[in-house]
């Protein structure tokens, strides 16, 4: 599975978007973005994932660009419960290989403030 | 209810005890996994099963084992426990057609 790298930390106003940022450059193919994250100590929450194309749910949008090499998650208007460590994860859905593994790195935490 | 769950949901032993962390779902998803977590760090996977008869070793597989008693239960075993076995430890499941791992609300474990 690819390499992801994030930022380790940003803030984002109360009712503002809130942009996090995913480099994947060494991307393949057939490997899918996904996005979780973790609120303080919680099981880990998925959030959305995509391969190429941008993507929508009610949680989130995820676009991806079109090298597929960065991606962006992005909270349309983020609450105080959106503070969380976010994980951008790169992995191979099926095929050979696909252990189901995810592999988290380090993350981003995302702080909202009042 | 919750459609992960686990337990107990903190722990504490002593070094050289056997314990069982337990994983039950509600699901009906044929997959289930056990992460542990770390401080600051992220997950590791430790064990991860496909269905009844299929498990499979993770990355930090040494000093657990595991039973999959039934599609809706995974249980992790720590034979002899040490204190580098103190940590946050996760079930998750998921369905083979979508992959997306649904997680448990964790199991916090100090050993002694």
């Known amino acids: 599975d690819a390499k992801t790298t994030q930022p380790p930390s940003m803030d984002c106003a109360e009712g503002r978007a809130a942009n996090l940022p995913c480099n994947h450059s060494?991307?393949?193919?057939?490997?899918?973005v996904y996005w979780y994250r973790q609120i303080h100590s919680q099981g880990p929450q998925y959030i959305i994932h995509?391969?190429?194309n941008n993507e929508t749910n009610e949680m989130a949008s995820l676009i991806i660009t079109e090298d597929r090499k960065s991606s962006t998650l992005i909270l349309p208007h983020a609450t105080l419960r959106d503070t969380a460590v976010y994980y951008c994860i790169v992995r191979v859905v099926r095929g050979s290989g696909n252990t189901g593994k995810l592999i988290f790195g380090q993350g981003t935490t995302l702080q909202v403030k009042p | 209810d919750a459609d992960v769950t686990q337990t107990p949901r903190n722990r504490i032993t002593k070094t050289g005890k056997r314990i069982m962390l337990e994983c039950s779902q509600t699901k009906g998803h044929d997959r289930m996994y056990w992460y542990r977590q770390d401080p600051g760090l992220g997950l590791r996977l430790i064990y991860y099963s496909f269905d009844v008869k299929d498990i499979n070793k993770g990355e930090i597989s040494d000093g657990y084992s595991v039973s999959r008693q039934a599609q809706a239960k995974f249980s992790l075993s720590l034979e002899s426990a040490i204190p580098n076995q103190t940590a946050l430890y996760f079930c998750?499941?998921?369905?083979?057609?979508?992959?997306?791992?649904?997680f448990g609300p964790g199991t916090r474990l100090l050993v002694l």
């Open positions: 998750a499941t998921s369905d083979q057609g979508r992959e997306t791992q649904y």
């Open positions: 995509g391969l190429k």
């Open positions: 060494t991307i393949s193919g057939n490997e899918y």
